[in-house]
């Protein structure tokens, strides 16, 4: 979906001024720390999906979402899964305490002692699917030019631009689908672009920019 998330290409941001690598924290306050357990935790419990974590965030309103910092962006986005999944209730949200029959026991709660198993574990997402890839490396394609209302990979930026098919990652799992909680295989590419033709500015030096793609987003030139 287009919003504030959406940042890529956007103007009058002001420059980018990250903090260097050596001195950045991993997290900037006890807090962070919390909402980073407390989201992995609930993922844990299998009511959604790596996408629907992230659209859940998307979908606060741009203001929102600018103004808040990173693990704030997080945490409202938790809020709207918990909400929406039935796993808390709004007078427990407002109170701070929990209403336990209100609510079913679950097997899938990730203990202490699990953590670091589960996390070094990962979750797969590449896919076997029946269909061909459509394209080829070395293929010249053009990107889709549409503005989705659910979530999508796809940056605002690139939309409509052409480019050349660098290389084939096989098949992994959609995210447009999955945010909506189904799980589809889509082939995934890399697809290189120049500067010139994303920000229509001329490059003496040739740079340019390679985006993963799925194939839905793409077309033949």
């Known amino acids: 979906m287009n919003g504030g998330h959406d940042l890529g290409g956007m103007h009058g941001l002001g420059p980018i001024d990250p903090e260097p690598e050596q001195a950045e924290p991993v997290f900037h306050g006890e807090w962070e720390r919390r909402v980073f357990a407390l989201t992995l935790a609930a993922g844990f419990l299998r ?4 996408d629907e974590s992230r659209h859940a965030r998307e979908r606060q309103h741009p203001a929102d979402y600018m103004r808040n910092s990173y693990y704030e962006n997080w945490f409202n986005g938790l809020i709207t899964l ?5 796993l808390i209730t709004r007078s427990e949200l407002d109170s701070g305490a929990v209403n336990l029959s209100e609510h079913l026991s679950t097997a899938a709660v990730l203990q202490a002692a ?3 198993t589960a996390m070094l574990k990962g979750g797969p997402v590449n896919m076997e699917v029946d269909q061909a890839p459509r394209f080829l490396i070395g293929d010249s394609v053009q990107v889709l030019n549409f503005n989705p209302e659910g979530h999508t990979r ?9 480019g050349v098919v660098d290389d084939h990652h096989g098949a992994h799992v959609y995210p447009d689908s999955q945010a909506l909680g189904g799980r589809e295989g889509q082939h995934l590419y890399s697809v290189s672009f120049s500067a010139a033709e994303l920000w229509g500015q001329d490059d003496k030096n040739d740079f340019r920019v390679s985006i993963d793609m799925w194939e839905p987003y793409l077309d033949s030139v």
């Open 47 to 50: 009511h959604w999906n790596l």
């Open 82 to 86: 918990l909400m929406e999944k039935g």
């Open 114 to 116: 699990d953590v670091e």
């Open 154 to 162: 796809l940056p605002r930026y690139a939309r409509g631009k052409q």
